[in-house]
């Protein structure tokens, strides 16, 4: 028996499809690089992290802020809109870290990861979707992980991201 090589659209909505392709499930969204987390790093080297509601695990979560990329942004002015909308803070400088994959077997778009440099404070009132946000030394970033205080896979990634390049940029 041949293997099914067609493509085969099961669910289809405004934000994405479910395709069966030989066999395997795949979400596939409109754009390649559908998404965007902002690392944001003030001067002094601390990172913010937003705290928030995630109705998908009925739990608050500590995460980097994040969103989607609107048609025809970049994924470094979707960064700076994100942050901006969800903390209040206007981004300084925005450097493009790389792309992640969520979940290579299931989705196939990617993630934009961006270091956000800030400085100051918050300039405008937000969507309301961050209930606070924290400031936290790369060793308090690294301890929270270690203690499972973080578990979004989004932020897990993006801090190793701005780990690895900040090691190389030292090398």
């Given at each position: 028996?041949?293997?099914?090589?067609?493509?085969?659209?099961?669910?289809?909505?405004?934000?994405?499809?479910?395709?069966?392709?030989?066999g395997?499930?795949?979400?596939?969204?409109?754009?390649?690089?559908?998404?965007?987390?902002?690392?944001?790093?003030?001067?002094?080297?601390?990172?913010?992290?937003?705290?928030?509601?995630?109705?998908?695990i009925?739990?608050?979560?500590?995460?980097?802020?994040?969103?989607?990329?609107?048609?025809?942004?970049?994924?470094?002015?979707?960064a700076?809109?994100?942050?901006?909308?969800?903390?209040?803070?206007?981004?300084?400088?925005?450097?493009?870290?790389?792309?992640?994959?969520?979940?290579?077997?299931?989705?196939?778009?990617?993630?934009?990861?961006?270091?956000?440099?800030?400085?100051?404070?918050?300039?405008?009132?937000?969507?309301?979707?961050?209930?606070?946000?924290?400031?936290?030394?790369?060793?308090?970033?690294?301890?929270?992980?270690?203690?499972g205080k973080?578990?979004?896979?989004?932020?897990?990634?993006?801090?190793?991201?701005?780990?690895?390049?900040?090691?190389?940029?030292?090398?």
């Amino acid at each position: 028996m041949k293997p099914d090589t067609a493509s085969q659209c099961l669910l289809h909505t405004p934000y994405f499809d479910v395709v069966k392709e030989r066999g395997y499930f795949i979400v596939k969204e409109p754009q390649a690089i559908n998404g965007v987390v902002a690392v944001p790093v003030l001067p002094d080297g601390r990172l913010m992290l937003a705290v928030l509601q995630r109705r998908a695990i009925g739990a608050q979560s500590i995460e980097f802020p994040r969103g989607a990329i609107d048609s025809g942004e970049t994924a470094t002015d979707a960064a700076a809109r994100e942050l901006l909308e969800e903390t209040g803070w206007p981004a300084l400088k925005v450097t493009e870290l790389g792309l992640l994959h969520s979940n290579t077997s299931l989705i196939a778009s990617a993630v934009s990861v961006c270091r956000v440099d800030i400085d100051g404070e918050a300039v405008e009132s937000t969507d309301g979707e961050v209930d606070k946000v924290l400031f936290v030394s790369l060793a308090q970033l690294k301890a929270m992980i270690a203690a499972g205080k973080i578990t979004d896979g989004h932020t897990l990634s993006a801090a190793m991201m701005l780990i690895a390049h900040a090691e190389v940029a030292s090398s």
